[in-house]
């Protein structure tokens, strides 16, 4: 949510005072009129994070009876999980104004404003939607506690996975929490699942990747040796793993990076194909409910605070795993710990707030590498998206002028754009580069970037000086050709920029947070003694660690296994 504060009033403004009525009726087969039991649709529009939200009302009568989109430009892996639930929502409220969905605030806002309007077509009025717009709230209550062997915190890939491993260990009484109303974290926006190793995809390319290198390829990590060769096992598990309930990540572009397909992002698919497992194990599934703090029998852990709304109660475990992700969507953790990171956007989702980190402290838990970040290169402006590819582009200010060394990145990059007039900088690239990358093309084809046939139209598109663009053109075309240095580059780019043009406006941002509690290679937490907490695991974002999205799912499953085995123990 933090991400979007900045433009979020504007935007506010612009969707409540801008919509206007335009509620299309369309009569079901066999209807009369308005009458009381007649069948009718009423069409209406609204705003959402990618634009134009158009969705049918099916009514009978005045009674709301179903809701189907017509189109949208929202990410899928937002919208199949949100419209669900928003629907369920406005259909028992029989209102839009409702409680948005966590996690998919803009999607909710477009569709509330669009069913609000779309009734205007039988003459039902209701209060302006805003982003504000919420239901009815309720009293505080204060519940008995909950039971369960197993308490997962967190319901993204490393959650998931702990729950799918601890089940296929042979533990039936498990409960899964997310704060969010939607689950996946931010796996599910990923394009690459790197750090595989022994799969299909690669067999099949020729590739073979040992263990034991890749181990060697870890060297410079944070990781224990321990957690290393644990993480190297696992990794040439996942692909295995992931293909028993359906998950195939079919296209290797090299190394250890792998896709869905050659035209489909890994995230999502992974991401479906786990909840849709979780769901057949049967696993108690909390969404909307978060992990306010952990419950201690001396020195054990042995169950977690939890608030759902309004309603706070315990849930007391045999064993609690945290996969509570990180904290780059926490302007306050990451002034205090990485100085200088907290004026910098994030690409990671909004729930990756930090939310145990003051739980950790409290408890003389250890936390290590708090100050170490992930920072990618580049997002697409005013979006979460990860854009850019390859090498031979160029970064503009508003001006149409370079303003840095384009290999340079980290949180230098991130500052110099910022420090850019009106803190613009634009992604400036040529055809070759575009038919090199799959997402540079889905993002074309998404509307996310411009295009044009003349640099001078694609800086009247961008809205950014055309006479300094085609300037630093030049210059550059120039270094490749060696007639002169490039005035920011020791070496020269190796190829010429060549029309159709494109473009979009950028900044970097901060993707991962890499300091964490600190887990050995059982996925067990230590404390500041460095000693193992009992009943304590955890894995993901939340733990110290130079992995990422694969290594969340290679240490979930860990987690799962071992936390089950701890529970067999004690039962």
Same mark, same amino acid.
């Given at each position: ?311 706070? =109660?315990?849930?007391? +475990? $045999? ?10 969507? %926490?302007? @306050?953790? *990451?002034? !205090? ?110 509307? =996310?970037?411009?295009? +044009? $046939? ?10 950014? %000086?055309? @006479?300094? *663009?085609? !300037? ?100």
């Amino acid at each position: 949510m933090k991400k979007i504060i900045l433009w979020l009033l504007t935007f506010t403004l612009i969707f409540t005072v801008g919509c206007t009525p335009n509620a299309k009726i369309t009569k079901g087969v066999g209807a009369e009129g308005n009458s009381e039991n007649s069948i009718n649709s009423y069409e209406g529009t609204g705003r959402g994070f990618g634009g134009e939200i158009k969705l049918e009302l099916v009514t009978e009568g005045e009674k709301m009876i179903d809701i189907k989109i017509i189109s949208n430009s929202e990410s899928s892996p937002v919208m199949n999980r949100a419209f669900p639930v928003i629907k369920e929502r406005i259909l028992e409220a029989q209102s839009p104004i409702v409680d948005s969905v966590s996690g998919a605030t803009f999607t909710s806002f477009g569709i509330k404003a669009a069913v609000a309007e779309a009734a205007k077509g039988y003459g039902k009025e209701f209060e302006k939607v805003t982003f504000t717009t919420q239901g009815p709230q309720t009293e505080r209550r204060d519940l008995e506690p909950v039971r369960t062997k197993l308490l997962i915190v967190g319901g993204g890939p490393a959650g998931l996975a702990a729950a799918i491993s601890a089940k296929e260990s042979g533990l039936d009484d498990i409960i899964l929490i997310e704060k969010l109303d939607i689950l996946s974290g931010n796996g599910k926006f990923d394009m690459n699942f790197f750090d595989m190793i022994n799969s299909k995809a690669q067999h099949e390319a020729g590739i073979t990747i040992t263990q034991e290198e890749f181990i060697e390829s870890k060297k410079s990590s944070t990781d224990s040796i321990e957690r290393k060769t644990v993480w190297a096992q696992g990794a040439s598990e996942l692909d295995g793993w992931l293909r028993s309930f359906g998950v195939n990540l079919n296209y290797n572009y090299g190394g250890t990076n792998h896709m869905a397909e050659s035209d489909a992002y890994a995230g999502e698919h992974i991401q479906d194909g786990m909840e849709a497992k979780l769901q057949e194990l049967g696993v108690d599934l909390r969404t909307g409910t978060k992990g306010l703090d952990l419950i201690f029998e001396g020195d054990k852990v042995v169950g977690v605070k939890v608030q759902h709304k309004n309603d706070y =109660y315990d849930i007391l +475990a $045999d064993a609690v795993i945290l996969a509570t992700g990180g904290f780059s969507a %926490n302007k @306050e953790l *990451l002034a !205090k710990y990485a100085p200088g990171a907290e004026i910098v956007e994030t690409s990671n989702q909004m729930g990756a707030t930090g939310d145990f980190v003051p739980v950790f402290e409290k408890n003389n838990l250890q936390l290590e590498n708090m100050d170490v970040l992930s920072v990618f290169k580049l997002i697409i402006k005013n979006r979460r998206d990860l854009t850019g590819a390859g090498d031979g582009f160029i970064l503009v200010n508003k001006n149409g002028e370079r303003f840095v060394n384009e290999a340079s990145s980290g949180l230098p990059l991130a500052h110099k754009i910022l420090e850019q007039e009106e803190g613009k900088a634009y992604y400036i690239y040529d055809e070759r580069l575009y038919n090199s990358a799959y997402r540079l093309k889905k993002h074309n084809d998404l509307g =996310y970037h411009e295009k +044009a $046939d003349t640099l001078e139209e694609l800086a009247e598109k961008l809205g950014i %000086n055309g @006479e300094n *663009l085609l !300037k630093s053109v030049d210059t550059y075309n120039r270094s490749v050709a060696g007639e002169i240095q490039d005035p920011f580059r020791e070496k020269a780019f190796t190829e010429k920029f060549t029309g159709p043009y494109y473009g979009v406006q950028v900044e970097s941002a901060i993707h991962m947070t890499k300091g964490g509690v600190l887990a050995n290679e059982k996925t067990q937490v230590l404390n500041t003694n460095n000693e193992v907490v009992e009943g304590l695991y955890a894995a993901g974002e939340v733990t110290s660690t130079s992995g990422a999205y694969s290594a969340a799912v290679v240490f979930g499953r860990i987690a799962g296994s071992q936390a089950a085995e701890f529970i067999k123990t004690i039962n």
